[in-house]
T-cell receptor, first 110, second 113 residues
Framework: EDQVTQSPEALRLQEGESSSLNCSYT??????LFWYRQDPGKGPEFLFT???AGEEKEKERLKATLTKKESFLHITAPKPEDSATYLC???????????FGKGTRLSVIA | SQTIHQWPATLVQPVGSPLSLECTVE??????LYWYRQAAGRGLQLLFY??????ISSEVPQNLSASRPQDRQFILSSKKLLLSDSGFYLC????????????FGSGTQLSVL
């Protein structure tokens, strides 16, 4: 059974204080790893898809990386508007739906 | 461009009452459609998914059901709500395979009292 574990559950940063969120996964043949951002009371918004170990994707202050066992979402010089819950999900080489982690709730304080 | 509509945004229902949540997708054909529930501290739980009209797969046994009467319409129902049905319900769609990214609706916050 595919599993996704995200850590930490919650993270509080000062504005400008860079950090990383972790997503560890076990999956029978990784097909893709997805990162989403979710604001309170709203649906998740797609950020990145990573397909193979060593791959990196960037968007503004966010950079996602992938190894054979985990993915990191690096946040460089965060701003208060980066506060949200960040979700990680995986899909395998079979035709099965995405499996999500519980998310990391990020708070960036001005 | 594709859009997904989900309503209502919030709903307060008494225990034992029926439920109907509706989701529609525009700008694409034959999408995969999904219903997820998000409870505090439990992450996104897949409830149902559909790969075509009338085709429903259930992931979690419970008193909820889903139907897909039209290609781009997905409905979540219950005949009698339980307290444990409270949560944030999300509809999502993807292109024709499961291995692609999901696009989510804005969600329905359901409170069963």
């Amino acid at each position: 059974e595919d599993q996704v574990t995200q850590s930490p559950e919650a993270l509080r940063l000062q504005e400008g204080e860079s950090s990383s969120l972790n997503c560890s996964y076990t999956v029978s043949g990784l097909r893709g790893l997805f990162w989403y951002r979710q604001d309170p009371g709203k649906g998740p918004e797609f950020l990145f898809t990573l397909y193979s170990a060593g791959e990196e994707k960037e968007k503004e202050r966010l950079k996602a990386t992938l190894t054979k066992k985990e993915s990191f979402l690096h946040i460089t010089a965060p701003k208060p508007e980066d506060s949200a819950t960040y979700l990680c999900a995986v899909t395998n080489s079979g035709n099965t739906p995405l499996v999500f982690g519980k998310g990391t709730r990020l708070s960036v304080i001005a | 461009s594709q859009t997904i509509h989900q309503w209502p945004a919030t709903l307060v229902q008494p225990v034992g009452s029926p439920l109907s949540l509706e989701c529609t997708v525009e700008g694409t054909s034959n999408p995969n459609l999904y219903w997820y529930r998000q409870a505090a501290g439990r992450g996104l739980q897949l409830l149902f998914y559909s790969v075509g009209i009338g085709q429903i797969s259930s992931e979690v046994p419970q008193n909820l059901s889903a139907s897909r009467p039209q290609d781009r319409q997905f409905i979540l129902s219950s005949k009698k709500l339980l307290l444990s049905d409270s949560g944030f319900y999300l509809c999502a769609w993807s292109p024709t395979t499961h291995n692609e990214k999901l696009f989510f609706g804005s969600g329905t916050q359901l409170s069963v009292l």
